[in-house]
């Protein structure tokens, strides 16, 4: 007959913990693909406005910036899902296997980030008219992945 310790054991065991962690990486996993599709949606409406308002390749760069932090973003909650995934019993593959995705992805990240840090010092060194469609705040380069808020446009 069981006692205490097999009713921990069945309610916080190797297994039960398993499905949570793999319930916590289908979460975060999805997490980063609406951040990605989100901002692939709100870059396509920002690359409309600008291609109908403004045809110059100046008006497409706030575009880019908008689109790159939200993938930073996104990539950010991929690599944590793949982390959490290795979090329970990991074995040496799927260690290895983090190890390839985690610089895939860092690299990826350190790519972007550094993509709008070049974007943002173009923009404030050569600034065009005011921005005449939603546009990412611009505001000083951080190391971080900056301010995802937006400005309204002018009316």
Excluded: C
Excluded at 43 to 49: N, P, Q, R, S
Excluded at 84 to 96: D, E, K, M, N, S
Excluded at 132 to 142: K, W
């Amino acid at each position: 007959m069981g006692g205490h310790g097999d009713l921990v054991d069945e309610v916080l065991g190797e297994a039960w913990l398993a499905r949570a962690v793999d319930l916590l990486v289908r979460v975060v996993e999805a997490a980063g693909a609406i951040v990605i599709f989100t901002g692939a949606v709100v870059a396509f409406g920002w690359f409309l406005v600008a291609a109908v308002r403004d045809r110059t390749p100046e008006a497409f760069v706030p575009v880019r910036l908008g689109l790159g932090r939200f993938l930073a973003l996104g990539l950010e909650f991929q690599l944590a899902s793949d982390i959490l995934r290795t979090a329970v019993a990991p074995t040496l593959r799927a260690i290895g296997e983090l190890a390839a995705v985690a610089a895939i992805r860092t690299a990826l990240n350190y790519f972007l980030n550094r993509e709008i840090k070049e974007e943002r010092a173009e923009l404030a060194q050569h600034p065009t008219k005011p921005p005449n469609l939603l546009t990412p705040d611009p505001g000083p380069p951080d190391p971080g992945l900056g301010n995802l808020g937006f400005e309204a446009p002018p009316r």
